[in-house]
């Protein structure tokens, strides 16, 4: 599988972790591999680079749109495509759940790498494999770090829409998130460094609102939020009819993958109260997560190498793998539809 040269700090980082998961997983880790594909369908990355890079160009948001992808995939029922299944007979679609609908995105450009992969390799390549992938590729085509990525993933034939209900949000309290990711066994340096995906990408208004003018029902926006960026958010969101318009996560650089986000959250300009509560939780309730905020800020490569491990890790959530699942031939439907 042709890849690009990994920066060597990242590489050890990546290494180290990948030798311990073998450890503590077992076989059912080893199954997973970077090299999964090499005899099946050795263009598989390069392939899923050039649908990619082609919908970029039409598209500047869609490298955001596919790491997040990811994010809302893994988080529910393991890293198994059940987010690409649309409404069916027995699937109660993850894509219609609160944080998906109206604002998940980045489907169609999947079903594209699909296509390319099933004319080159028929019934080879997992829609899950292609998620993973495709997250990869979006970061460092943004300018992020690199990782090799663990394949060998099968696809779900089921859908939760419940559990896709309750994925980490926008408004949850500090400790709410924190307990979501260590649900699915990310520690808090896994949290702040995939907060950091924030660092491109935008929000609709509907996202963020109550910290303007009504957080928390006080009437009042929220302390945290510097004093210009609040006057310059309410100039973009007004009270009534912007529910959908378009915010950068990242105001300063906002479609380079860098550590700019964490900066922007120790000057109080985090767009989402999940970022800024990181740094700027009340009651001391950030002493975990505020120090590694500054270390990120304070370092790019750390938040690079602590960004690779952590997608490796949640990358490795409950995989389907062996004869669990399937390869679907569409990734919308499950083969027996």
């Known amino acids: 599988m042709a890849s690009p040269s990994p920066a060597p700090a990242t590489l050890l980082a990546v290494c180290a972790l990948l030798a311990a998961m073998a450890l503590f997983q077992g076989a059912r880790a080893q199954q997973l591999s970077p090299a999964y594909y090499d005899e099946s369908c050795p263009h598989v990355y390069d ?99 690199y990782w090799r990525v663990l394949l060998g993933r099968r696809d779900g034939t089921t859908a939760n829409f419940d559990a896709a209900d309750n994925l980490p949000s926008p408004t949850d309290a500090l400790n709410v998130l924190r307990q979501k990711f260590a649900d699915v066994g990310l520690d808090d340096t896994d949290f702040v460094a995939l907060q950091g995906a924030h ?61 700019s986000y964490y900066h922007n959250l120790l000057r109080n300009r985090g767009l989402l109260r999940s970022d800024q509560v990181m740094l700027s939780a009340p009651e001391g309730a950030a002493a975990s997560t505020a120090p590694i905020v500054e270390r990120f800020a304070a370092s790019q490569a750390d938040f690079f190498r602590s960004f690779a491990t952590a997608m490796i890790k949640m990358g490795n959530i409950a995989p389907l793998t062996g004869s669990m699942g399937e390869v679907r031939r569409n990734c919308r439907v499950v083969n027996r539809s």
């Open 47 to 145: 392939t899923v680079r050039r649908v990619i890079q082609e919908a970029r160009t039409a598209d500047p948001r869609i490298l955001a749109n596919l790491v997040r992808l990811q994010f809302h995939d893994c988080f529910v029922n393991g890293c198994d495509g059940s987010l690409l299944l649309d409404d069916g007979p027995a699937i109660s679609s993850e894509k219609n759940a609160a944080p998906n609908n109206n604002s998940a995105r980045g489907f169609p450009v999947v079903d594209d790498i699909k296509a390319a992969l099933e004319s080159a390799c028929p019934g080879v390549v997992s829609c899950a494999d292609i998620v993973a992938l495709a997250a990869e590729v979006s970061v460092e085509l943004a300018g992020g770090p």
């Open 199 to 259: 660092t491109i990408g935008r929000a609709q208004c509907r996202f963020f609102q109550d910290r303007l003018d009504n957080f928390a029902g006080t009437g009042q926006p929220d302390p945290t939020l510097d004093g210009a960026y609040l006057s310059a958010l309410r100039q973009s969101c007004p009270a009534t009819g912007a529910d959908a318009r378009l915010n950068n996560l990242d105001p300063a650089t906002p479609d380079a993958f860098d550590n």
